[in-house]
T-cell receptor, first 111, second 116 residues
Framework: GESVGLHLPTLSVQEGDNSIINCAYS??????FIWYKQESGKGPQFIID?????DKRQGQRVTVLLNKTVKHLSLQIAATQPGDSAVYFC??????????FGTGTRLTIIP | GAVVSQHPSRVICKSGTSVKIECRSL??????MFWYRQFPKQSLMLMAT?????????EQGVEKDKFLINHASLTLSTLTVTSAHPEDSSFYIC????????????FGSGTRLTVV
């Protein structure tokens, strides 16, 4: 089946810097995308979402960008903090059905 | 906000025994619940989708007779791993979606299953 993939499996960022996590998706019909944060031994935590009729959405310290032309999704985290260290997953959804998760990127914040 | 409670958080069982994992939506009704399995350093893989009052829909390659799913009410779904073996050891996570169109997905905290 179709899948969602990530370019970078690991990312290390200095505390206070901005980080960008990328995701490529393959189902051009997907209309809803979500970024999740998962800490060790815990379930995924919702960060931010975006629908296909938008190309940018901002939250608190986070921004999601969607480029439907190249089927690319990114998560920007501003002014990273030690608590941002986790694995980040993008997920795609088509027609309100199940979510398909990407492979994940481990973000490490260097003090 | 929407809260999903999953328990137990951790369970160790002997090979050949069965283990039941519960997933409850605490403050909303979930018409659909999802069960995922996650191996170390890997992504979440959907095992099955359960809808209240009907049979679960299993993903390709998931044995429905081994992973029994029951969604008897709008707030509770259970996953029973029958005749567990060491290769079933994994992190199991449930997700619930609110009823109605456009409902968001809320995840439980996961269950670490170790089969010895």
């Amino acid at each position: 089946g179709e899948s969602v993939g990530l370019h970078l499996p690991t990312l290390s960022v200095q505390e206070g810097d901005n980080s960008i996590i990328n995701c490529a998706y393959s189902n051009s019909a997907s209309d809803y995308f979500i970024w999740y944060k998962q800490e060790s031994g815990k379930g995924p935590q919702f960060i931010i979402d975006i629908r296909s009729n938008m190309d940018k959405r901002q939250g608190q310290r986070v921004t999601v960008l969607l480029n439907k032309t190249v089927k690319h999704l990114s998560l920007q985290i501003a002014a990273t903090q030690p608590g941002d260290s986790a694995v980040y997953f993008c997920a795609e959804n088509f027609g309100n059905e199940k979510l398909t998760f990407g492979t994940g990127t481990r973000l490490t914040i260097i003090p | 906000g929407a809260v999903v409670s999953q328990h137990p958080s951790r369970v160790i069982c002997k090979s050949g025994t069965s283990v039941k994992i519960e997933c409850r939506s605490l403050d909303f009704q979930a018409t659909t619940m999802f069960w995922y399995r996650q191996f170390p350093k890997q992504s979440l893989m959907l095992m099955a989708t359960s809808n209240e009052g009907s049979k679960a829909t299993y993903e390709q390659g998931v044995e429905k007779d081994k992973f029994l799913i029951n969604h008897a009410s709008l707030t509770l779904s259970t996953l029973t791993v029958t005749s567990a073996h060491p290769e079933d050891s994994s992190f199991y996570i449930c997700s619930a979606r609110r009823g109605g169109g456009g409902g968001g997905y809320t995840f439980g905290s996961g269950t670490r299953l170790t089969v010895v």
